[in-house]
């Protein structure tokens, strides 16, 4: 863990594969007040690795919209900083070192099993306690047995790779927002990529290589991603880096009970704007809770 005299680090680090909504405006407010608050700094980095959902308009649209809703950052894409480049894309050489170093320490594998094996194998996909969705758990049976020689990661990379998780092992963190959370690997959640056979580093490699290079000392982020965090604590050890500290927001709702997606364009900020609503009601909204 990163210690508490360290100064505040924060981030946003939305991905530009729709229109921002109400609900990433609220994590990312939360964020920016608890950064204020203990005099740190927020960070912007734009990930955008899902070159398949990837738009450029979006991430304009993001910056556009975020600044709009009264959002700010020391660091990021259009302002630089110090540990730029804060785009994804532009740092795929890190996210190949550490690939490199948990392939030496022989923690990953190379997986040749579609998602349609894996479901088929391992059931319907899995649920969290708290009912969100998660992948399902890799079925043990589809790893490689122990010991077994790995072929070299190649360049291009046309395999998945998979980070092998301990058996039955319990992890535990302190959220900042929702308290003790644990899980035990193996069991609520099963070996995970860390690179895809299109040659696109995992969300959850890149996460950890760059909330650790870039200094980052509090992850506030959305409550869909506490079982994510497991899997990040993971990759933390192994690849021998601090761990900074959790914040998961509880996500939020349409008024018809339905979880906020960017598929929601009534609550998108773009629409929000064009309605005429204003900045300063809808932060009204979220320091009334
Ligand atoms: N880019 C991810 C998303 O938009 C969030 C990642 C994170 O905050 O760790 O869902």
Not at 2 to 29: C, K, N
Not at 263 to 274: F, Q, Y
Request: hydrophobic letters at 35%.
């Amino acid at each position: 863990m990163s210690s508490p005299s360290q100064p505040y680090r924060g981030r946003l680090a939305p991905s530009p594969t729709g229109y921002l909504h109400l609900g990433h405006a609220r994590t990312f407010w939360i964020a920016q007040e608890r950064a204020r608050v203990r005099g740190g700094v927020i960070i912007l980095r734009n990930e955008d690795l899902d070159a398949t959902r990837f738009r450029l308009d979006f991430v304009d649209a993001m910056l556009t919209d975020l600044r709009w809703v009264g959002l700010s950052w020391a660091e990021g894409p259009d302002v630089g900083g110090p540990h730029a480049p804060y785009n994804q894309q532009a740092r795929r050489p890190l996210y190949r070192a550490a690939l490199a170093r948990l392939h030496a320490a022989e923690l990953i594998f190379p997986c040749t099993r579609s998602r349609r094996d894996v479901i088929e194998a391992a059931g319907a996909p899995h649920e969290g306690p708290d009912g969100i969705a998660d992948e399902p758990v890799y079925p043990a049976a589809f790893r490689p047995a122990e010991g077994t020689p790995l072929p070299p990661l190649g360049d291009p990379i046309t395999t998945n790779w998979r980070f092998r998780v301990p058996d039955g092992e319990e992890l535990r963190f302190t959220d900042g927002a929702c308290g003790e959370q644990r899980a035990i690997s193996g069991r609520d959640f099963g070996d995970f990529l860390v690179w895809r056979k299109d040659d696109v580093p995992s969300y959850q490699l890149a996460c950890v290589v760059d909330d650790a290079a870039m200094g980052i000392t509090e992850v506030v982020r959305g409550a869909d991603l506490i079982r994510s965090t497991f899997r990040q604590l993971l990759l933390y050890r192994a690849l021998g880096l601090p761990s900074p500290a959790f914040y998961h927001c509880p996500l939020m709702n349409d008024e018809k009970g339905e979880r906020l997606a960017k598929r929601h364009d009534a609550l998108s900020l773009r629409t929000l704007r064009e309605r005429g609503v204003t900045p300063e009601s809808i932060i009204r909204q979220f320091n009334h809770g």
